[in-house]
C-alpha cells in the first residue's frame, strides 16, 4: 500500500508517529499547501524511509491525480478541513485510488426552514457518486476519524453483539481539558468546529431526518475515568448522517460537551458575522473573517505542553438486549493528553482522530475490511477494528447503565 496523506496540520502530523510504528504499508507521502510544515510532519518519523514531503494544493483536482500517478499511490487518504473533501475524493476516483476521509462534504442549510427541514446534508454529495465509485470497482471510506469514525464502529458493534432491537443511538463527546495561558484556544480546527457548531444539527427519528437549533436539547452526561458529568447539546455531525444508513435504530443524535463559555463565543461570532467564509474587503485586501479567525487563535497542534485532562469519545446506545431485556451502555475510548504527548508528542484531541483511520487502513491494507462504492465505517465488521485498535496500546472500554 503507498499512501498520500493529503494535510499535514494537527491530525496529519499526528498520523505519522503511529504510523511509524506499523508495517502495513510501503511509503506515505505527506502533502501540504506548505513545504515546510509537510517536511516537519515527516521529520516526526526519524529517519524512516518509508515517508517523504511534497508541496500539493488539496483544492486543485488535476495537481492531485498527478501526485496520485507520479507517486504511484493507490490510496488518497484526506486529512484537511472539509472544504477540499470534494476536490480530493474526485480526484482519488479519476485516478482509480481507493479513498479516506475523517470529515465529509460540507452541507448547506434549508432555504426556508433551516431548524425544522434539512437542505444538503453532510456527505451527501459523496453518496450521491456512490455508483460512479462501483463501477471503478474502488472503495470511497468516509467519516473515519474518531467522531465520525470510531464512534459509528461502536455504534456497528453494538446493534451486532449486544443488542436485539435499539431504540436510541447517541454519540456523547466531553472532555476534561483545560489549556494554561489561552482565554480563548480550541483543541480542534475552529474552522470545523465552527462549521459544525453553528449549522443546524441534525436528528434522526422514526425513519427521516429532521434538524433543531443549534445547542438544543441540553443534556448532562457523565463520562468515564474520572472526567465527569459535562452538559451537552445537539451539533451537526457526521454520525447522525451516516448510521441509519445501516443501522436500525429508532433515533440517532449526536451530542457535544462544549461549555456555557464556549458556546457563548460561538454564539457571538455569529452575531457579528465573524463565522463567514465569504470573503470582505478591508483595505486593499480581501479575507474571509473565519480565515482571519483561524489564523488569530493559536495552531491545535502546538497546544499540547499547555494542555492538561482527558477527552472522550463514545456511543450510548438504548435498546433491547439479545436476551429480550431492557440494556443500555455507553462505549467509549478516553485519551490523557499526558500520555499521548509523552508518547506520541501530540496532544490528546488530535492523536485520537489520528489513530482511527490508520488502523482502518492496516484493515484495508490485510483485507480484513473490504467494499467497493461509497460506505462508512458501520458498513464493515467492527470486531477487527477494535481488535486491533487495542492491539496498537489505546483499549476502548463499556460501561453498563445501572
Not at 458493534?157 to 431504540?167: E, N, P, S, T, V
Not at 492523536?351 to 482511527?356: E, G, K, L, P, R
Request: hydrophobic share 45%.
Amino acid at each position: 500500500m503507498r499512501i498520500l496523506l493529503v494535510g499535514a496540520g494537527g491530525v496529519g502530523s499526528a498520523v505519522v508517529p503511529i504510523a511509524a510504528r506499523r508495517d502495513f504499508y510501503e511509503h506515505i507521502v505527506v502533502a501540504d499547501s506548505q513545504q515546510g510544515r509537510a517536511a516537519a510532519a515527516v521529520a516526526r518519523a526519524g529517519d524512516d524511509p518509508r515517508f517523504s514531503a511534497i508541496t500539493l494544493d488539496a483544492s486543485d483536482q488535476d495537481q492531485v491525480v498527478a501526485a496520485l500517478r507520479e507517486h504511484r499511490c493507490d490510496v488518497l487518504f484526506n486529512a484537511v478541513d472539509p472544504r477540499f473533501t470534494m476536490p480530493l475524493f474526485n480526484a482519488a476516483l479519476e485516478a482509480g485510488c481507493r479513498y479516506l476521509d475523517m470529515a465529509m462534504s460540507l452541507s448547506r442549510p434549508h432555504p426556508r426552514e433551516p431548524y425544522s427541514k434539512t437542505g444538503v446534508k453532510l456527505g451527501d454529495r459523496q453518496f450521491e457518486m456512490d455508483g460512479a465509485w462501483r463501477e471503478r470497482g474502488s472503495l470511497a471510506l468516509v467519516g473515519m476519524g474518531v467522531e465520525p469514525g470510531l464512534a459509528d464502529v461502536f455504534a456497528r458493534y453494538a446493534a451486532d453483539h449486544l443488542f436485539g432491537a435499539i431504540d436510541e443511538i447517541g454519540i456523547r463527546d466531553g472532555a476534561n481539558l483545560v489549556v494554561e495561558g489561552y482565554d480563548f484556544a480550541p483543541t480542534f480546527s475552529i474552522w470545523t468546529t465552527i462549521e459544525e457548531c453553528l449549522n443546524p444539527p441534525v436528528v434522526w427519528e422514526e425513519g427521516e431526518w429532521r434538524t433543531t437549533e443549534p445547542f438544543s436539547e441540553p443534556e448532562v452526561f457523565e463520562f468515564p475515568e474520572g472526567i465527569g458529568p459535562v452538559e451537552c447539546v445537539n451539533v451537526e455531525h457526521e454520525e447522525v448522517l451516516l448510521v441509519p444508513r445501516w443501522i436500525d435504530a429508532k433515533r440517532v443524535t449526536f451530542k457535544y460537551g462544549l461549555g456555557e463559555e464556549f458556546i457563548g463565543v460561538l454564539k457571538t461570532l455569529r452575531k457579528l458575522g465573524l463565522d463567514s467564509v465569504e470573503k470582505v474587503k478591508v483595505g486593499s485586501a480581501e479575507v474571509a473573517p473565519r480565515d482571519l479567525l483561524a489564523a488569530r487563535l493559536p495552531d491545535p497542534a502546538t497546544l499540547g505542553e499547555r494542555m492538561t485532562g482527558k477527552t472522550c469519545a463514545g456511543t450510548w446506545v438504548k435498546g433491547t438486549g439479545k436476551d429480550g431485556k431492557p440494556r443500555e451502555v455507553y462505549l467509549y475510548h478516553v485519551v490523557d493528553n499526558a500520555w499521548s504527548m509523552r508518547e506520541y508528542g501530540a496532544q490528546a484531541v488530535v492523536w485520537q482522530t489520528a489513530i482511527h483511520p490508520v488502523v482502518a487502513l492496516e484493515l484495508l491494507a490485510t483485507g480484513a475490511w473490504k467494499g467497493e462504492g461509497v460506505l462508512g465505517p458501520e458498513a464493515f465488521d467492527a470486531v477487527p477494528f477494535l481488535d486491533l485498535l487495542t492491539e496498537y496500546g489505546s483499549p476502548w472500554g463499556l460501561r453498563e447503565a445501572a
